[in-house]
């Protein structure tokens, strides 16, 4: 072959090589999830946004979730086994054992602060309560596979646990157990998601319990460049105001239906929390917290 024939293959070849290299190039990400369902929608949403917000330096992105239902110990299973690629989860020592987190609270305090579904006509029952002493006289129900089940217990108060989600609220209608503590942000969603089940459940009006619990994106320990896409996203939006603006659109009715600040607040002790583990600053929700002397604020 000629000095110019080679050349001329060598011009058609080359586009085709650039082509192909830019097609694999412009692939966006798939980033795979298993928490579906609406508890999740706000932390599906900053997912998005903290991808989005790296788009320009890191590329395109495509969010997968799951369409079967799975435990959260079967969802920890595959994310130890690349099966998926991000969870949104309470901290507690095991899980930073095991997996990789990114230290950015995403709930800002919310899941730390429970407030007590009942069953109604049980208002009276509750009402003289005022210490966690005296709480330990009811029942909790409790999901079996949740990290904080051990802080309740830790802190004295007697459970009654199941691996079924669902199974809890028909349990509490049916007074299998007396509470069920709930986070802020998730009372009122799981009201809305049981119709049958309002007439007989409701919110408890005066209680709430805290104990420190920051929830963070965590992925496969061998997943750092996720891990820094994320925290890197997630600063993005810090600074420009859209994580705060996303986490009052989707928490703000809840967080004003929940009263705290008329509330007797129960403060427990989380004993599991990593060595790491900084407080987390509550200002965007709940500004001069009466906890501030217990847990104090670290701004980010």
Not at 165 to 181: Q, V
Request: proline share 6%.
């Amino acid at each position: 072959m000629s000095r110019w024939s080679r050349l001329l293959v060598f011009i058609a070849v080359v586009p085709c090589m650039l082509g192909a290299w830019s097609a694999r190039a412009a692939q966006p990400l798939v980033v795979r999830y298993f928490q579906t369902d609406v508890r999740y929608a706000y932390r599906i949403a900053l997912l998005r946004l903290a991808l989005r917000e790296t788009r320009v330096s890191d590329g395109p992105f495509s969010l997968q979730g799951m369409t079967r239902t799975v435990s959260q110990a079967r969802g920890l299973r595959m994310l130890a086994k690349n099966e998926i690629d991000v969870a949104f989860l309470p901290t507690d020592r095991q899980r930073e054992k095991h997996f990789l987190p990114v230290r950015i609270p995403i709930l800002r305090g919310l899941l730390g602060y429970r407030v007590l579904m009942i069953r109604r006509g049980s208002e009276e029952r509750l009402a003289g309560i005022g210490t966690l002493r005296e709480l330990s006289t009811l029942k909790a129900g409790f999901g079996s596979q949740w990290a904080d089940l051990a802080i309740l217990k830790a802190n004295g108060l007697p459970v009654v646990s199941v691996s079924n989600y669902e199974a809890l609220f028909r349990m509490l209608a049916r007074g299998r157990f007396d509470y069920f503590p709930r986070g802020v942000n998730e009372a009122w969603q799981e009201l809305d998601m049981h119709p049958k089940l309002q007439g007989r459940l409701t919110v408890e009006r005066h209680l709430a319990l805290y104990y420190p619990y920051p929830v963070y994106f965590f992925v496969n320990q061998n997943n750092a460049a996720l891990a820094d896409r994320l925290l890197r996203g997630l600063e993005a939006a810090l600074k420009d105001g859209s994580f705060k603006q996303l986490f009052l659109r989707y928490n703000k009715s809840d967080i004003e239906r929940a009263q705290m600040r008329h509330r007797t607040t129960l403060v427990m002790r989380n004993p599991f929390l990593p060595p790491r583990t900084s407080p987390v600053d509550t200002h965007w929700w709940l500004p001069a917290s009466p906890l501030e002397s217990e847990v104090p604020r670290v701004l980010r």
